[in-house]
């Protein structure tokens, strides 16, 4: 591992800390819109702070899925590394099923 | 998953601090905005979470005419209206990344051959362009070009219509390298991994594999040169495989190591994605992985790019312009219909062509009538394949290729 690498390594452990403690959205960019992507309500906090670790909301946004293919995509994340726990991980897929489920509008 | 311990290392070592910057500023917004103390004291670093200040790079994060579907990673495709050339200018070329770009540093990039081979090599950009030089037009398109129409829903960027372009390559054969290193019996696919890499170290690496024959066919490049200029960073700077006609996750970008295996490679982007069923499924299904295969060839398809969609045109002499391709067949013809299917008339195909280019095509289109019209386009290639009047659903919404429609208003 280089010095770049390890710096990198502990940024990204700190900011995983600092998400998960600080319950308050961290991170202002959520992919170029003016709007705020992710409508409030429950969760929804959780939803920007663990996504936008690794990348922007606007993909989020732009699905439209049932519980099935939320739990997928959520347990997808929780493989490739995103820390999500427990009830987080229900309360991140029920969010996304309330805002973006296949029944959601088009225009968000 | 294939296990090589250094998989990784000839990635790492090639790029350079910007990216690095970039992500790692992405990431302290976090801990700036709480006002805590950052592990690290970096010149450069700052709350501010988007590209680094200086023009190249900027130059490269963004193509100001294209449409963002995602901004991070970059994902961009580009407006109908503006497919309107035979070659696709590169500032108008379409842009798919997994993962953050990453800059490559020339001085210290290589690209390594290894795996079932009796001589590995490890060449530099001048090594490589002692083989000999091959230059072709070639069409890419995304393999989810066209997701966001596909119901229902699948996962994924919610691609429109214009993740495709075409451009001229220039670069070298891919069998002269791998004949090179010498392929041993044993080889039967060949790997590709990029210098691009996951966010958490956790997540998969994009690395895809093609079957021996289809990376020893003469027709598959290793390009390094993309409409005269060294290929943007965006396109894989410097060196990018380009199996001829597969769908555009088999052009892997950024290339650092090649490695020729005794199987398919099994990592994520080979076993979960990049798939869809061998037979048709019924739209919103559940497949069985094992009733999946993996994408190879584009299918064939066409596009209207003029007139754009809900224009309003005048009676008279309307061109109905658009562009036709097929992956690893040639197009044979284009019809056009302008009665919502009840008759077909043969486009004119565009002088410029090659293998595994699109064709241009035009339709003079005379109405009188005012009134609201459904225009569509309809493709045949060589070996007799034609759009068909429904998309076939597969889960993850790849290679959407239904007759196109566009609605217009001719008013007097």
């Known amino acids: 591992m280089s010095k ?32 705020p992507l992710l409508p409030e309500g429950k969760g929804v906090e959780k939803v920007r702070n663990f996504c936008s670790l690794c990348h922007g909301l606007d993909v989020v946004a732009q699905q439209r899925l049932n519980r099935d293919g939320w739990r997928r995509v959520v347990d997808q994340m929780i493989e490739f590394g995103a820390p999500v726990q427990g009830e987080d991980r229900q309360e991140i897929i029920a969010y996304l099923v309330a805002f973006f489920g296949q029944e959601a509008t088009e225009s968000r | 998953m294939a296990h090589y311990p250094n998989e990784r290392e000839g990635a790492a070592s090639c790029v350079s601090r910007r990216s690095f910057l970039f992500q790692a500023g992405r990431l302290t917004a976090a801990a700036t905005l709480l006002g805590l103390p950052l592990p690290f004291t970096e010149r450069g670093f700052g709350a501010e979470p988007g590209p680094a200040p200086d023009a190249g790079y900027n130059k490269d994060r963004l193509k100001e005419k294209l449409i963002v579907r995602t901004a991070s990673p970059l994902n961009q495709e580009t407006p109908l209206e503006l497919l309107n050339t035979w070659i696709t200018p590169n500032d108008l070329h379409f842009v798919r990344n997994h993962y953050d770009v990453p800059q490559v540093d020339l001085q210290t990039w290589k690209l390594v051959v290894d795996g079932e081979v009796d001589r590995p090599l490890t060449l530099t950009i001048e090594d490589l362009k002692e083989f000999e030089a091959v230059t072709a037009v070639r069409t890419l398109e995304c393999a989810g070009n066209g997701r966001s129409f596909f119901s229902p829903k699948a996962t994924g960027t919610q691609w429109g219509a214009g993740a495709v372009g075409t451009a001229r390559y220039v670069g070298v054969r891919l069998a002269d390298v791998l004949t090179r290193a010498g392929i041993r019996s044993r080889g039967k696919h060949v790997m590709f991994n990029g210098a691009d890499e996951p966010v958490l170290p956790s997540a998969p690496d994009f690395i895809r594999s093609i079957p021996l024959e289809k990376a020893l066919h003469p027709d598959t490049f290793l390009v390094h040169t993309m409409n005269g200029e060294p290929l943007p960073a965006l396109h894989g700077y410097p060196l990018r495989v380009i ?26 982007f080979m076993v979960k994605s990049y798939r869809m069923p061998r037979s048709y499924a019924a739209p919103g299904a559940q497949v069985d992985p094992k009733d999946m295969v993996s994408l190879t060839s584009l299918e064939v398809k066409s596009l209207i790019t003029a007139p754009v969609n809900d224009a309003t045109v005048a009676p008279g002499r309307v061109i109905v312009r658009g562009a036709a391709w097929g992956g690893e067949a040639d197009i044979a013809k284009v019809e056009v219909s302008t009665d919502f299917g009840r008759t077909w008339h043969s486009a004119r195909l565009g002088m410029d062509e090659a293998r595994y280019a699109w064709r241009l095509w035009e339709f003079g289109w005379e109405i009188s009538e005012p009134g609201s019209y459904l225009l569509m386009s309809r493709a045949t290639d060589v070996e007799g394949r034609t759009q068909p009047i429904e998309q076939i659903w ?8 239904v007759i196109p429609r566009v609605r217009i208003n001719v008013k007097g």
């Not at chain 2, 199996?243 to 994520?268: E, F, M, T």
């Not at chain 2, 597969?394 to 290729?401: A, E």
């Open chain 1, 4 to 35: 770049d690498e390890r710096a990198l390594s502990r940024a990204r452990e700190l900011a995983l800390t600092l998400s998960v403690l600080a319950g308050v959205s961290v991170l202002p960019y959520e992919g170029g819109g003016q709007a």
């Open chain 2, 394 to 401: 597969n889960p993850s919404g790849y290679l959407w290729n």
């Open chain 2, 243 to 268: 199996p001829a006609g597969w769908v555009g996750s088999a052009c892997v970008k950024w290339l650092v190591n090649i490695r020729v295996l005794a199987q398919p490679y099994d990592g994520h």
